[in-house]
């Protein structure tokens, strides 16, 4: 591979050209080292991809490359993929083994791939072990993978959903993969009409097992982010503002209460990984969130916490404050130390320029 150009370095989060203060907690950097990982997450409502890792110096490195409505975000070795407003992103790393760009950064993730899908609200999505990406079609309350004619192919759907539609009908948002396969989905209600979910945000939300069809639990309040590790299936509570483990009888137990609302989970080294954000219009309202928000006597936040799943202690965190108020995904990027990418409307995108060698 040969490499003409290198893109600029990150942005420091002082010089964050989306006007919002990124803070972190004093051992963040210490905790991503010691775990040998760095961490992807987005916000759909600015538009951005957040890659965190660590410089050689220490230092927190975060690296926001622009994509519009930036949702479910999925690491595999090398490769990043990304749902957009109405687009399926492939993010290679350029980089072979020792190579470094812009001094420090041991993965450049450049995009290669734009699968055009229309605005069909993609939400979480994973990749199976055959290479297919499997992601969650919100809108038309399905699982779909790509097409290369149409804007997707449906793969399964909920057995209430009695046919496909462009309306929302359960808010089907969260898959988790298992083994390579998905294994189960979250949805905020057991509805069947036009937007049926925003009514019953408080209970009935369910987790379904996709390989059975079976309802695990219906007593969540708008679920979020299922993950299957180990033997066990996790997920977040998040009209409540909890991370909860359920059993295969659809028993749940409490992990960890945080600050905001719930979206987006990753599990690393015993830790889980969550985004947290605040209220929007009123979302909070008639939740049991709210509640304990006045209980504890706190405040919601906007950033992404790390959570011992022993204790339940929140160990360290990223906190934004200013424009971005709403995070989306999160994904652990193991072995990865310091990553960046480059964004499909910098100037950097047309000299980045990579190529294999002859045969």
């Known amino acids: 591979m040969t490499n ?20 972190v907690s004093r051992g963040l950097g210490a905790w991503l080292k010691s775990h040998a990982t760095s961490l992807a997450f987005t916000s759909y409502q600015t538009g951005q991809l957040f890659l965190v890792g660590v410089q050689p110096n220490g230092t927190v490195s975060f690296n926001q490359q622009n ?21 399926l992103w492939r993010l290679e790393n350029i980089l072979q083994p020792g190579q470094v760009g812009n001094q420090h950064f041991d993965q450049v993730f450049v995009p290669r791939n734009a699968q055009v899908t229309g605005d069909i609200d993609i939400h979480e999505l994973g990749v199976t072990t055959k290479g297919q990406v499997v992601f969650v079609n919100t809108r038309y309350s399905c699982l779909a993978t790509p097409d290369s004619t149409h804007s997707f192919r449906p793969i399964w759907k909920p057995p209430f959903i009695s046919k496909l539609a462009g309306e929302d ?15 189960y989905v979250t949805a905020v209600s057991k509805s069947d ?10 209970e009935g939300g369910m987790l379904i097992d996709v390989r059975t069809n079976q309802i695990v639990t219906d007593k969540l309040s708008m679920p979020h982010s299922p993950r299957v590790h180990g033997k066990k299936v996790y997920a977040l509570d998040s009209g409540r503002g909890q991370i909860v483990e359920i059993s295969a ?24 990984i969550v985004t947290v ?31 011992n799943m022993t204790s339940g202690d929140i160990v360290e965190w990223i906190r934004l404050e200013g424009q971005i108020t709403e995070l989306f995904d999160v994904t652990a990027m193991p072995g990865v130390k310091c990553p960046m990418a480059v964004g499909p409307s910098t100037p950097e995108i047309a000299s980045t320029i990579t190529y294999s060698q002859l045969d």
Request: glycine fraction near 10%.
């Open 4 to 23: 003409e150009a290198q893109p600029d370095p990150a942005v420091p989060p002082a010089e964050s050209a989306n006007a919002s203060k990124i803070s």
């Open 67 to 87: 994509f519009t409505r930036a949702m479910g975000v999925y690491y595999r070795p090398g490769r990043l993929y990304l749902g957009t407003h109405f687009q």
């Open 169 to 183: 009908r359960c808010h089907l948002n969260g898959l988790a993969m298992d083994k390579g396969e998905p294994a």
């Open 193 to 202: 009409a036009l937007s049926g979910w925003r009514d019953r945000r408080h």
């Open 249 to 272: 009888q659809g028993e749940i137990r409490d992990i960890a209460f945080c600050p905001g609302f719930l979206r987006g989970l990753a599990i690393h080294d015993g830790h889980a």
């Open 277 to 307: 954000s605040m209220p929007r219009n009123g979302a909070f309202n008639g939740l049991k969130l709210d509640d304990e928000l006045t209980q504890r006597a706190t405040t919601p936040w906007c950033g992404v916490l790390i959570v």
